[in-house]
């Protein structure tokens, strides 16, 4: 079992910043996909994010890329996404994900691990 405590959301203006953290303990692995999807009322859960930990290779969303970026601490077993210039289109409820599957996805199904998430709102 893989346990997963987001932090670091927020009420923020337009054009602010946050750093959201995801904190892994229990049985983690150093052969992980750690994943951030974000859900708005009334939408489906999306990607945002993901860092492979071995290596830290990344991918982004379009939809973030050049404002969000995420990355890892090895020795906190802990991810980030610090997320600049931020949009009210960016309001929803952060997702931190976890799963060892190869190849690693994209999508939600592709994530076994998941923490309770935590509240970004943008206003404009």
């Known amino acids: 079992q893989v346990q997963l405590v987001e932090s670091g959301g927020g009420l923020v203006q337009a054009g602010a910043s946050l750093r959201l953290s995801c904190a892994a303990s229990g049985r983690t692995s150093s052969s992980y996909a750690m994943g951030w999807f974000r859900q708005a009322p009334g939408k489906e859960r999306e990607f945002v994010a993901r860092i492979i930990w071995i290596g830290g290779n990344t991918f982004l969303a379009d939809s973030v890329k050049g404002r969000f970026t995420i990355s890892r601490d090895k020795f906190k077993n802990t991810v980030y996404l610090q997320m600049n210039s931020l949009k009210p289109e960016d309001t929803a409820r952060y997702y931190c994900?976890?799963?060892?599957?190869?190849?690693?996805?994209?999508?939600?199904?592709?994530?076994?691990?998941w923490g309770q998430g935590t509240q970004v709102t943008v206003s404009s």
């Open positions: 994900a976890a799963d060892t599957r190869i190849p690693y996805g994209l999508g939600p199904n592709d994530y076994f691990y």
